[in-house]
């Protein structure tokens, strides 16, 4: 049953704390919850673990995307995962100028009910829809910059498709850096990346890397972990070459060493007006001085250090697995630089 809209639905549909959270195929419905800016920049991620438990706002899908407004321009951080996105999407929160989206959940229900088998019309459809109410825009003259969840990647053709003037950046970890990552996360990324590799496996996306599926099982977690950061750049050089100048790579080492030109290249591939003191002003506030995930305090060089400590505790394996790795895509002509690099 649909519930009842406590403001009339144009009202509601201006006003983009309804965020478009979740779809419901069987209802033919989407959920909105309601998120301030204050909320948005509190959380680190749209989902329902951390918006909380309040009762949905549910409207019928045609109703609400015809009393929705005209969007705002939309651009993507596209990601690999492990790679600074949820930094650099919490970067954008630039009031007058940008909102970002930290990686809505209505776009993985559509991953969902693709592997759950829609077709493909309807998947394309809901898809168009979910992004325009996604890009209501938070205020008079501003952009959104949507970041995605990495499991979304298989939809980057779709979206940018259905969205020709948008401009997206690939953003990644280098491999060693990576593994290194899932591996100091213990279980919990261990559990992680094999889901991911399901996911992947599932898209087809796994079959360019000349592994037979009957040697998945003997894969390490580590390998598992390379197997999903190799599909996932190759996806990223098919993108570049299929965009062109509409995308853009980055790695994170580089936006930690150089957050500044990494910001201002960015700004100027979405065009957003930032000059450099309110550039400055991003780099030296509260955004790069914490933990984007949990909120911590981060020091100078301390991201660093917590790299440096992981690789010395699981410096080994992280080693043997790389160079297995670089093997794997060696055969399978995949570069481990992209293309398209966003700083020179």
Known sequence: ???????????????????????????????????????HAAIPFLTDEYLGDNPPLILRRTEA??????????????????????????????????????????LNDLIGWRHRGAKGPDVARVLDEGLRLLARPHAPGEALVIKPSNIVNPL???IMGLRPQARALLLH?????????????????????????????REGMLAPLGIAPDQYLGLTDIQVAAVGWLAQQHQFHMLTAQLGARVATLDSEMLVARPHESLAALARLFGLALDDAAIAAIVHGPVFARD????????????AEAAQRGLALHGEEVEKVAHWARIVADNARIELNLPRALLG
Not at 7 to 33: E, K, N, S, T, V
Not at 294 to 302: E, P, S, V
Request: charged fraction near 20%; include cysteine.
């Open 173 to 201: 970890a280098p491999l060693d850096a990576y593994l290194a990552s899932i591996a100091r996360k213990g279980m919990l990324g261990r559990l992680w990346v094999r889901d991911l590799f399901g996911k992947l496996m």
């Open 292 to 303: 984007a995930k949990n909120g911590a305090d981060f020091g100078k060089g301390q991201r």
């Open 65 to 106: 995307v015809a009393a929705a407004p005209l969007p705002a321009p939309i651009h993507f951080l596209f990601h690999s995962a492990y790679c600074c996105s949820t930094l650099l999407a919490a970067a954008f929160d630039i009031p007058g100028v940008a909102m970002g989206l930290k990686e809505p959940v209505l």
């Open 156 to 158: 980057i053709p779709a």
């Open 1 to 39: 049953m649909m519930s009842s809209a406590p403001l009339p639905i144009h009202d509601l549909m201006a006003d983009a704390r309804w965020l478009a959270h979740r779809y419901d195929p069987g209802h033919d419905a989407f959920q909105f919850q309601y998120v301030d800016r204050a909320r």
